[in-house]
């Protein structure tokens, strides 16, 4: 009499799939409308001029130009600074 299953499937190994976030076009690069600059969960990076955060917290061009990046503090809601990247699309 056996005590175990023969061929039973296990409980581990149910892993989720990668999202693929991260930065997808770096300073200098050239954007044309609608190309994904950043795909990101939060707002890690915020938009500055000519960049549009979409529904997803993911920032797009929607000029054609050259991303730059820049950093600036901002105020959380307690009144403390917070050090945040911002995206820029500069025109060309």
């Not at 990668?18 to 044309?32: I, N």
């Not at 890690?44 to 061009?61: P, Q």
Request: glycine share 10%.
């Amino acid at each position: 009499m056996a005590h175990h299953g023969g061929k039973s499937t296990t409980k581990l190994g149910r892993d989720s799939i990668s999202k693929r976030l991260g930065v997808k076009l770096y300073s200098g690069q050239k954007v044309c409308p609608g190309n994904i600059i950043i795909r990101q969960r939060g707002t890690k990076f915020i938009c500055g001029e000519n960049v549009k955060r979409t529904a997803d917290d993911s920032l797009i061009a929607l000029k054609n130009g050259v991303i730059a990046f820049t950093t600036k503090h901002k105020k959380r809601f307690d009144g403390t600074m917070r050090r945040v990247k911002v995206v820029h699309v500069r025109a060309e």
